[in-house]
């Protein structure tokens, strides 16, 4: 999502600049859609504009969000000038967990809590789901609750990027849900870029703890043992899953070509230079990444090819 923010801040900062050389047609936009405060008046600076624009929205659950990630999220809106709401959703997910156990007579647990694969999914998805709800609550509420003249909503904007959606690493209808998605068709390893990109070029040095943070969706309970990690529910690093992405959809490799590349390009017995940071697995391990990546992929794709049901065949 913070890639999301910068995206928007971005064009913010176009939209200034093109109010500043005195673009007419921009300044009448300007003023008709910011138009929060007194009739006419422009905003001054990005930051204004974005607040007059953009709404972010932290949903935070108490035992599954961190202090970190939170206030992380406070300090980029902070800085971008965005209008900010930082609320919980726990009595709305305690409210639709009860039903399930009012009327099915049983308690689903977290893993971390004793619960199997299928109850951890289901807390999961049911956090995701409610924050697609709450998010389209507040776009339609939101302009007429800051008493922007005739309302109005806002749109809601995604923030699942290609890897994430060609493994599957998503909810069904939680932030894959949304009436545009920047990032839909960018992979994780040109966001990062972007992000150090926008650090220097938009002197936002909160962005830093971003890129060196581990990629959590923070939907699990947090405790001394255990931090759920992205990576670690994917099977793969997101730089595997960009290079698996590219190699599919640039290269047109499917799996066996695929592994003939990546043996060679991961291998443990390979001469490498300082600033190499490929993978370093064996030609069995590479076998095993290959097959998971296009399992999901075949999941998640709604034409299966004959070569991926063949590998999805023979791998069971």
Known sequence: MLTVLAVVYSM?????????????QVIADVKRIANYGEEGVLPKTPQELCNQVFTTIYMGMKKQSSHETRQRAKDLADAIGSYHVNLDIDDVYEAQKKLVVSTLNFDPKFKVEGGTVQENLTLQCLQARIRMVTAYEFGQILPTARNRPGGGSLLVLGSANVGESLRGYLTKYDCSSADINPIGSIDKQDLKRFIAWAEKEFDLP???????AVPTAELEPITQEYVQSDEADMGMTYQELTIFGRLRKLNKLGPFAMFQRLVHDWSIDRERTPDDDAPAY????????VKKFYHFYAINSKYHPPEVRVLLKSAH
Do not use: S, W, Y
């Not at 913010?12 to 007419?24: F, S």
């Not at 909160?206 to 060196?212: G, P």
């Open 12 to 24: 913010c900062r176009i939209v200034m600049k093109a109010v500043e050389e005195g673009n007419a």
């Open 206 to 212: 909160c962005l830093h703890d971003f890129l060196t």
């Open 282 to 289: 064996t030609p069995a391990q590479v076998a095993e990444k």
